[in-house]
């Protein structure tokens, strides 16, 4: 059995910062991409940011600059630090993570339960 928990969401002014993390637990061999994935009401959920296991990083363009994604691979953890929120951030944020469990040797996307963020203007 696999779980992604993520804690560090919460309600923030518009500029303000938060920081999510995330932690894989589970009979894991390993972990391939990490990420965040993010749902406002009344859309479609969308892709926020994804690193590697080597820290490359990606960015939607609507981060770019203010979000910066990190990893702990000793600790099977992803963390998103947000700065610079705007309203339009508001959502529900999930942690992603591609990894092969014990006993497989697929390798298949974990999602989080999801963390609210919310940012007032």
């Known amino acids: 059995q696999v779980q992604l928990g993520e804690s560090g969401g919460g309600l923030v002014q518009a500029g303000g910062s938060l920081r999510l993390s995330c932690a894989a637990s589970g009979s894991i061999i390993s972990i391939n991409i990490m990420g965040w994935y993010r749902q406002s009401r009344g859309k479609e959920r969308e892709l926020v940011a994804t690193?590697?296991?080597?820290?490359?990083?990606k960015y939607a363009d609507s981060v770019k600059g203010r979000f910066t994604i990190s990893r702990d691979n000793a600790k099977n953890m992803v963390y998103l630090q947000m700065n610079r929120l705007k309203p339009e951030d508001t959502a529900v944020y999930y942690c992603?993570?591609?990894?092969?469990?014990?006993?497989?040797?697929?390798?298949?996307?974990?999602w989080g339960q999801g963390t609210q963020v919310t940012v007032s203007s």
């Open positions: 992603i993570a591609d990894l092969i469990r014990g006993g497989t040797t697929l390798l298949y996307r974990y």
């Open positions: 690193i590697s296991s080597d820290s490359t990083a």
